[in-house]
């Protein structure tokens, strides 16, 4: 008996360790493949998205803006003239057609020119909403080293099949009907296209008949803003931008002019009623209108 405990005690002891060397080995060829898959797992670098730098030269300035803004551009004025809505872009930089890495924001520097008998009223803007991003040529910097050329044994060259012609008879000559392609008739143009002027301005531009006429651009925006009665960034961008349309529009004396800023006058009042801003706009509003009627009066 006494020698009995001692013995169960050390074989106890034996078996223990053994257990135990057994589950440290077992746990390392377990984790072994893990951290060998981890170590040889690569995640190929996303393509950098590309943008090309529209065409806004002779552009009127607010026109401008919003080809810029729409492509996904920054801009800033440079010289000068200043960023008043019916000055007229003279030069850009980089110049159109230019492909550009999608920075965030790319700038696109303007120099902008005088039209004769463009009135400098209201506040110029000089630059977009938000700050302009660095420009970045997309060919250079998609440049790469070409990849070394892997040496592979040419392909055995197989005799191309026979074709044999299908047989066609008669028959299924007569009774194969005609396919008929569905087109859909549209309108060659949506707007009017007959908008005298209400008076002309030397080196405005003319209206564009592709683009809506002001009174209709005037009432999608009031039908805009009592949707929207946040002053969201979004909402705040689209507002202003739709009114510099508007109002250098009937400063060029395009068609409707006078009754589009009766309309955009109501819109600066919902504005302010709704985001507590937009007194500047309708001071301009109610002063381009005023401009207007005495014109064509």
Do not use: C
């Amino acid at each position: 008996m006494g020698t009995f405990v001692p013995r169960l005690v050390a074989l106890t002891l034996v078996w223990l360790f053994a257990t135990a060397a057994l589950t440290y080995a077992a746990a390392r060829k377990i984790a072994a493949p893990t951290k060998a898959a981890a170590t040889t797992t690569a995640v190929a670098p996303a393509p950098a998205r590309t943008l090309v730098v529209p065409d806004v030269r002779t552009q009127p300035y607010v026109f401008a803006e919003g080809t810029l803004g729409d492509a996904g551009f920054g801009w800033r004025v440079e010289g000068a003239v200043q960023g008043y809505a019916a000055n007229t872009v003279a030069t850009q930089t980089p110049a159109a057609g230019t492909r550009v890495v999608d920075t965030g924001n790319p700038l696109v520097v303007l120099r902008l020119s005088h039209p004769n008998g463009a009135k400098q009223i209201g506040e110029p803007q000089q630059s977009s909403p938000l700050a302009g991003t660095a420009v970045k040529l997309a060919d250079l910097a998609g440049a790469a080293a070409p990849a070394p050329a892997q040496s592979t044994p040419p392909a055995k060259k197989t005799a191309p099949a026979k074709k044999t012609p299908a047989k066609r008879t008669v028959e299924t000559a007569k009774n194969a009907a005609p396919q008929k392609v569905a087109t859909k008739k549209t309108p060659a143009h949506r707007w009017p296209q007959h908008r005298p002027a209400a008076f002309a301005v030397t080196g405005a531009r003319p209206e564009p008949l592709d683009e809506m006429p002001l009174t209709d651009r005037a009432d999608m925006l009031l039908r805009y803003i009592e949707g929207r009665p946040k002053p969201t960034d979004a909402n705040v961008r689209y507002w202003l931008y739709q009114h510099a349309w508007i109002v250098a529009g009937a400063r060029m004396g395009w068609w409707h002019g006078s009754a589009a800023l009766k309309t955009l006058v109501t819109v600066d009042e919902r504005v302010w009623t709704l985001w507590g801003i937009g007194a500047r706009s309708e001071q301009l509003a109610r002063q381009t209108l005023a401009e207007v009627e005495a014109r064509t009066s």
